[in-house]
Every structure is written in C-alpha cells, then in structure tokens.
C-alpha cells in the first residue's frame, strides 16, 4: 500500500462563489465584496497556476472542467466526494450541501478510465443523504492507507455510523474524536478534520490544541507514535490560515513534496518548515480566493488517484 501518489484529480471551476449552503457550518468561508464572475475569474487565475506549479515538478494532473449547467459553486473541491484506491475501487459518498451533490458526474470517471486507470468497483454511501447522515470523503476522514486508519473529527459532516460502515467495507480502522474552533466566543465543531490535520509518508501535521478532550487527544497522540510519524504541531491561528490543509504527493523520479497553500506557508514557523524539509520540500501556491470564499485550500482541491493502470 501506498500513502502517497503522484496522480491527482482536479475539477477547473466554471461558477465558483462562496456556497451559502456550506456557510451554515464551514466557519472559514467569508464573503468578498466582488461579482460571481469576478470571484470566479480569480479562482481560475488560481487553479490555473496551482495546477502548472503541480505539473512543473512532475506530478500528473488530471483536469476536469466543472459543467455550468450544473451551478456547482464548490466543484473545485472534488476531495468531498471521491476516493480512489489500490484495488481498483472508487468510493462514493454523502454530501451535506445539496448544491453539491450534482459534482458527481459520471463522466469524471470517463474521464480517469480514459486516461488508463482502471475502475472495477464503486462502493456508494450517498443514499444515507436521504438519512441526513454524511461523510465527506478524505474532508472527514484523513486515511492512513499503509497502516489502515481512518482518523475522524466528528461533525454535522462526518458521521460516526457511516465511518465505522466505511472502515468495515474497507478494512480501516477508525480513530475517532472531536475538533473544535473559536467561533464568537464559543467553541463549535470544526467541520473538516482536514483542515486541522495532515498525514504523510513519515509526519503528521496537526492542531491538537482543537481536540478539547485530554483523552481523544492523547489516543491520536498515541496512534501516530505508534505508526512512528513524527508529529509537528500548528497553532489554532495557523489552522485558520489553512496549515493543516495539505497534502504529500510524488513527482517527478518520486520526489516527494508537501503542497499547501501560500497563506499556510507564510504562517509557518522557521522551526515548523525546518521540520517539514527534513521530510520533503515545500510547494505552495497563492489561493487566496478560493480559501476566502470556498473556505477551503490546496488539499481540499486534490482527489488523489490510487488506482492501477490498464
């Protein structure tokens, strides 16, 4: 099993704003005073040149443009509802905002197939949408692929019944707690563990300064050690600049990089980056319009593709 690909999805916004049906719970989203078609230009301007930074050190970008017709504003955040894996397995799942659950389009796997991957099975959950029960995919659930875990911030988008259906299906075992942030004074569910937490090949990324219990936060604490990850800890306020949102992928020859956003790196610390650059190097690229009206960064724009080639 692999942690880390050097094949990546992602889906070119055509009508990106700020999703007033994800604003109820994603306290990192914020309104900008610009038109649609101006906040969307810019979030063009941004992927375009996030997606030429990927290129240019050899990871593969598979580029799938949104469908206006669709009017699917958050589109340019496929992580939510996909997962592809080893064995040839494409893992659909259940979406909170109903805005979004038209991202899920058929032809997106065309679009994989045509490229030279191979899907032979598709696992659904999204009929639990009908429950009001969801996961949002590797939003919620941050996978350790090679030691078969599934850590989980439980929240209104991350469902403890359908994780545990998940880890059953798929062999994982899941690490579950709760995350919270400052929200006016009051300390509310963080909506997307991936916003507070980041797993690579050797190290972890993670504000557990958001996981108020002593006890869950020891039991990640402790989790990690065992997988021997090294741990590098971010503050709540660097967590806000989208710190814990970043992905390790391989590029060219397997060199391999953690990608974040341009805000997330300049909120690092000397200490912090010295310690990711053991690792691996850095790549960061400005998306500051998407993370102010989307509230979410650079990994939430990834879907990674774990399948085998024909």
């Known amino acids: 099993m692999r942690q880390i690909t050097d094949t990546l999805l992602m889906v070119r916004p055509v009508a990106f704003r700020m999703n007033e049906q994800t604003a109820v719970n994603n306290y990192f989203q914020e309104g900008l005073q610009l038109e649609n078609e101006k906040i969307n230009k810019k979030a063009q301007e941004e992927f375009d040149a996030f997606v030429a930074k990927l290129r240019g050190v050899g990871v593969k970008v598979i580029v799938v443009d949104d469908d206006e017709k669709l009017d699917t504003p958050d589109s340019i955040f496929p992580n939510n509802w996909v997962t592809f894996h080893e064995n040839a397995t494409a893992v659909l799942y259940p979406l909170f905002a109903e805005n979004r659950r038209r991202e899920r389009r058929a032809e997106i796997f065309e679009k994989i197939e045509e490229e030279g991957y191979q899907i032979d099975n598709v696992i659904d959950y999204t009929s639990a949408e009908e429950e009001g029960l969801y996961l949002e995919s590797t939003g919620s659930m941050i996978l350790d692929r090679v030691n078969e875990k599934a850590y989980c911030a439980l929240s209104p988008r991350a469902s403890e019944e359908l994780l545990i259906e998940f880890c059953e299906d798929l062999e994982f075992t899941p690490v579950i707690f709760n995350a919270y942030q400052d929200v006016g004074g009051k300390r509310l569910p963080i909506y997307h563990t991936n916003v507070m937490m980041c797993l690579a090949e050797d190290f972890a ?106």
């Open 205 to 310: 990324v993670i504000c557990l300064d958001s996981i108020d219990d002593p006890k869950e936060r020891k039991n990640v604490v402790r989790h990690l050690k065992t997988d021997q990850k090294e741990i590098i800890q971010i503050t709540e306020a660097q967590m806000h600049h989208y710190a814990g949102n970043m992905l390790q992928v391989a590029g060219q020859d397997g060199k391999k990089y953690l990608v974040m956003s341009e805000s997330a790196r300049k909120s690092l610390f000397p200490i912090q980056v010295a310690a990711i650059e053991k690792h691996c190097e850095i790549l960061s690229s400005d998306l500051s319009t998407i993370e102010t009206c989307g509230g979410g960064s650079a990994r939430c724009m990834l879907a990674e593709v774990f399948l085998p080639r024909n």
